[in-house]
DNA sequence: CGGGTCTTTGATTAGGTTCAATAAGAGTGG
DNA sequence: CCACTCTTATTGAACCTAATCAAAGACCCG
C-alpha cells in the first residue's frame, strides 16, 4: 500500500484532465498512451472474432492511464464500467473481515476485469496498478445499448464472462488438488505462456508481483513461494533472481506434481545445467534454448 | 458411479418422451414434474427482478427430469443450452488428467449451471444429479433472441454470470485462506441457508454428497470432512448421523475459525447440550469462549 | 546513507494426508 | 428373508507438507 493510492473516482477525472491535455510533466510512457480505441481493436485485444459488420468509427471507447500502486476501483465502489488492459499489470483482490488480502487474479493485456460488479451493481473486488497501465474503460449502460445494435458483441460479452467464469473453475481446481510445488510450477508457465502471447520473451521475464501476493493468489505463504522457487532453481528447471525468472525446463514445469526427495536434487541440477549450457553429453531434448531474450 | 447413467442426449429425448405421454411406470415423483414453465416463473426461481412487461404466455421453457446418478452433460458435449434447477440435488464436477473428479458445486433449486458452455461451445464440466431433479432447459440460442426483444432478460443473464463469478471467487478466497474446520463450517451454514430458502427446516436436514464430494468441493480429504462433522458434533454444534445433520449452534458455525483444544471439548459439548435443551445453568459468555470473530 | 519493504533461509510445529482396519448401510440375488 | 457384496463412513496411528517463528541479507527510494 503506498501512500500515493487514491480512490479511482477522484483518479479517473484528473488522470483523463492530464491526458487531453497532453501533460508536460509526462515521463514517456504517458505520452504514448493512446486516448480512444475502436471497436475492432478492442475486439482483437479480447481474442475474440471480431465484429466484422462494425467498421463504424463512431464507437470509440476511452482510455485511461493509471500509475503504480493506484487503485482503478475499491470494493463496494458503484458499479458503472468494465476494464480491458491495454498494457501493463495489476491485481484484483477480496478483502476479509480482518483486512487480510486474497488475490483473485492478475489482469495483463488483453483480460477484462470488473466483471464482479454487474450483479450487486458494486465491486466486490479492488484492482490495483502492479505497474503503469494503460486502460480502457467499458461503460455498462454504454456497452449493453451498443450490444442491442451489434448481436456479435453480445455474444463477446458472454463468452468473454465465461472464459472468466472456466478461468476460476480452473483456480478452484489448482487450490484445492494440487501441491504447492505444482501450484508454483503452474504459476509460472502460464506467466510464461501470458508473455510470450504479448510478445515477450516466454523464457526471460520479471515478476511483477511481490512473493507475499503470489503466495495469497496460490493460497500459500510467502516464505513457501520462495522456497520453491529456490528449488525449482536447485534442480535446473529455471533461474530465480529476486524478481527475474529464467524457464530452462518448461515441460518440467508443465508436469510437475511432486519435487523429488531433496537427496536427488545436486545430480538433476547438474544434469539440467549441462543442457542449458549446450555441453550435451548425450541426445538433447529438443527446445533447451533459453537465453533468448528477443522475440516478436 | 450407477450403471444406468446415460448420455444426455440419448436420455432428454427418452425422458421427454415418458412425461408428455404421463407414463403410468412413474413413480410419484416424474407425475409431479411440470412440462413447461414461463418466463415469470423462471425469473422467480433465479431470484431476479422479473420482466414485468412480459406477460407472453408464449414463452414457454420446457422441463426435464433426471434421475439419481444420471448425468446431464458431459465434459466436451457440445453445449446448446443452459440448465436451471426447479427441483433436486446436483453437482459439478471437473475431471483432471488422472480421472480423479474435482467437485466444483453442488447446486439446487434456483441455480443455473452449463455457464461454462458458452465460450467454447462445449462443456468444460460434467453435470450429474445427485438426486431426482427437475431442470429447466434454457437453450442458448433461443435465449440470446429472446434477449434482444427483452433488455431485462439480457441484464438478468449478466446478473445471474456475474453472480456465479462473485460465487467462485470467495470459492477461491476460501480455499485459500481458511482452515478445514472453517471450511465445513462454512460449508454447513450456506447449505443450512439454502435448504431455509427453499422451505426445508435450516436446523435438520440431510446431506445429498458423499464425505469424498465434500471434501473434494472444499479441498480436503473424506477423512478430514468426517473426523471435522464428528469434532464438531463432540463440542455440540451439530449432531451428525451418516447423513443427517442436525444444526445447534449456528452463529458458532458461522464465526468459527479454529477448534478448541481438544482437552477443552467436554465442557464445550455439555454446556451446548444444555442449551439446545434449553435447561441453562447460568448466563452463557457471549461469544468468547474459543478462537472465534464476533458476528458482524 | 538509512529506513522501509521484499526476499531468502533455517528451525520448529501443527494441521491435514495417508494408510489401515472396522463398522454401517444399501442393493442384489438366491 | 438372509447372505453377500459394494459403497460409504468412522476412527486410529504414523508421516509429511506447508505454516509459523525468527533472523539476516538484498534492494529501493528519498
Redesign the pocket.
Known amino acids: 500500500m503506498t501512500p500515493t493510492q487514491t480512490p479511482a473516482t477522484e483518479l479517473r477525472t484528473e488522470i483523463n484532465h492530464a491526458s487531453i491535455h497532453s501533460s508536460s510533466a509526462d515521463n514517456g510512457w504517458q505520452r504514448q498512451g493512446k486516448l480512444w480505441s475502436n471497436l475492432k481493436e478492442l475486439c482483437d485485444l479480447l481474442r475474440i472474432p471480431v465484429a466484422s459488420s462494425v467498421n463504424d468509427e463512431e464507437f470509440l471507447f476511452q482510455h485511461v492511464q493509471f500509475k503504480t500502486g493506484q487503485r482503478i476501483h475499491t470494493i463496494g465502489q458503484t458499479f458503472d464500467a468494465l476494464y480491458i488492459v491495454h498494457s501493463g499489470f495489476l491485481k484484483t483482490v477480496l478483502i476479509d473481515e480482518f483486512g487480510n488480502e486474497q488475490v483473485l487474479s492478475f489482469p495483463m493485456k488483453g483480460d477484462l476485469f470488473g466483471v464482479d460488479g454487474i450483479h450487486t451493481k458494486r465491486y466486490s473486488s479492488e484492482a490495483v496498478a502492479l505497474s503503469n497501465c494503460d486502460l480502457i474503460i467499458l461503460p455498462f449502460k454504454k456497452f449493453t445499448t451498443l450490444g442491442r445494435v451489434h448481436v456479435e458483441l453480445e455474444h463477446a460479452m458472454y463468452s468473454v464472462m465465461s472464459r472468466e467464469l472456466v478461468r476460476e473453475q480452473a483456480m478452484v481446481s489448482m487450490l484445492g488438488a494440487l501441491?504447492?510445488?505444482a501450484r508454483v510450477a503452474r504459476f509460472l508457465v502460464s506467466l510464461s505462456e501470458r508473455f510470450a502471447e504479448m510478445g515477450y520473451s516466454s523464457k526471460l521475464f520479471n515478476?511483477r508481483m511481490?512473493?507475499?501476493e503470489i503466495?495469497s493468489y496460490l493460497?500459500?505463504?510467502?516464505?513457501?513461494?520462495?522456497?520453491t522457487?529456490?528449488a525449482f532453481n536447485e534442480i535446473g528447471l529455471i533461474t530465480?533472481?529476486?524478481?527475474s525468472i529464467g524457464i530452462i525446463d518448461i515441460d518440467s514445469l508443465r508436469t510437475l506434481r511432486?519435487l523429488p526427495p531433496s537427496s536427488s536434487r545436486s545430480k538433476q541440477a547438474a544434469r539440467k545445467l549441462r543442457e542449458a549450457g549446450l555441453m550435451q553429453t548425450k541426445v538433447p531434448p529438443p527446445n533447451k534454448d533459453w537465453d533468448q531474450v528477443a522475440s516478436a
Chains 1, 2 share one sequence.
Open positions: 501441491s504447492a510445488e515478476l511481490t512473493r507475499h503466495g493460497g500459500l505463504t510467502l516464505e513457501t513461494v520462495s522456497r522457487l529456490s530465480v533472481d529476486q524478481r511432486r
